[in-house]
């Protein structure tokens, strides 16, 4: 991201901040949706879009994270806050052990053990009734108020403000990360990765962090889910929200971390408006999603920026 | 200080490696000494990438006992084994083409850095990367193109651009895997007379597998011949030149 765009997303995030001033009830539970889902797409492209290390299992983290906050909330009395960054670092640490066994493989190999260890959880989620309520899911998630005066997150707007604070945080953590030496290898990986180990890089030990902070902060989105919801159920396991996250990303512009966010709200938009003109929406969405691989592959933030840069690189050559 | 002549920075002894029936390395005993330039030639599939990949760990010998700077190094793992001071370029181009030379160049150095688990050290990590990136670069003659991508070079560039990386390391031994592969011939004669001034300059100790005889005995000290995966010359390039068996193998003729 160039220094020109800073400014833009900071102007972005006021407008968040200011957007429960100006919008109705239903839009701004819309809002907090798309949130949440840019916060999991923008974690999934960590690993998509910086590292090529294609997930389709990404909804471990997501549902993995919900059921533990969901859990922690319904079960311990633990205050909201906790109950989130508790879930996000439960996800995180069970993905150094998911990410171990996935990086024994590459390429397809890699993303089929990802499914795998996503469509175990799946099938744990239905079996271990007594934690996660079985096919009934678990409902009826509080948020309880904790102590410190963070019971004003517990509203509808001020969970929204803790959404949006959880987001901008994961951003810049995520930001930092790519743009820093470590970052740095993982491009490398991404770009050639038996390069990167002749260079006398350990990439698994690489591979399995970034699988790890891509899991937690997806994780950390499914924290906020389920008390968001009231509810979490076997749906945040499936794989079809591991194949629609890697939709969001591509859609979005993978490797932009800003992109993938974008991809998640007009997911959910197109979701929105396509479904109350058709039942087969997803048809349609396929479509579009089609002609983005096809004709925009750099997704909707590369559109901009490309077009921003056009426009810098036209005034400044212009009479 | 020189080291006693007997000595070797680089020590191999009865290095076998087999790939079912196949020997692509038979007992092969080398020792390349510090500041030595030592060509390995050969015919093709006579076992020179093999032996470079036996060396960097990328392949594990079948037997024998592989020594760098008086401590075995066989078996070991390739990130242990470069991260020692053995750095290699590879026979068909290895680079990011997405990144810049000089991002190319950091990278390889980065590799090196005590500090490069650090969490909040990235700045100096980069700065000093960067700053054994740059002279490595400036070694190598690619100042004026080291912000381009990678992948847009010239391939003669390309070529040095992996050197360059290898450079960036400080390694102890540079291990060149056909530097000249795919280039033309006005291309070859460039990078040949960068790389001999580069050479000379740095002192570097060097194993280099390559084809091309004109640019063996241009740059090399010392060539060593393999034939079937077997050593059947060492020597000064003059004596090798005359080597009967060496004639022969290449004539095709040795059985």
Known sequence: MSAALRPLLIVVVLVLALAPFGLPPFAMTLLTEALILGLFAMSLDLMFGYTRLVSFGHAAA??????ASG???????????FAVFGAALLT???AIGIGWMCTLATGVSFSMLTLAFAQLLYAISFKWTSVTGGSDG????PRTPGPFGFAALTSKIGFYYLVLACLVGAFLLCFALVRSPFGAVLRGIRENEAKTIALGYNTRLYKIAVVAVAYALGGLAGALYAPFAGFANTELLFWLLSGQVLIMVIVGGSGTLVGPILGAAFFMLMEHQLSSWTEAWALYFGLIFIAFVLFAPQG???LATGRLQMGRLRRASGP | MHRAPDVALLDLDGVTRRYGALVALDQVAMRVEEGEVRAVIGPNGAGKTTLFNVITGTVKPTAGLIRFADQAITGLPSHQICRLGISRTFQITALFPEMSARENARLA??????RRWQPFAGARIFKEAQALADAALEQLGLSGIADRPAGLLSHGDQRLLEVAMAMAQQPRVLLLDEPTQGLSVEETAQAVDTLARFLQASRMTVLLVEHDMEVVFRLAHRITVLHRGAVI?????????ADARVQDAYLGGLD
């Open chain 1, 62 to 67: 997501y549902g993995l994270g919900a059921y």
């Open chain 1, 71 to 81: 859990w922690l909330l319904l079960h311990t009395g633990m205050p909201l806050l």
């Open chain 1, 92 to 94: 995180g640490v069970v």
């Open chain 1, 138 to 141: 678990l409902a009826g998630i």
């Open chain 1, 300 to 302: 909707i933030w590369g």
């Open chain 2, 109 to 114: 150095a980065q590799a090196r850095h005590p």
């Open chain 2, 233 to 241: 010359a060492d020597g000064a390039p003059d004596e090798v030149k």
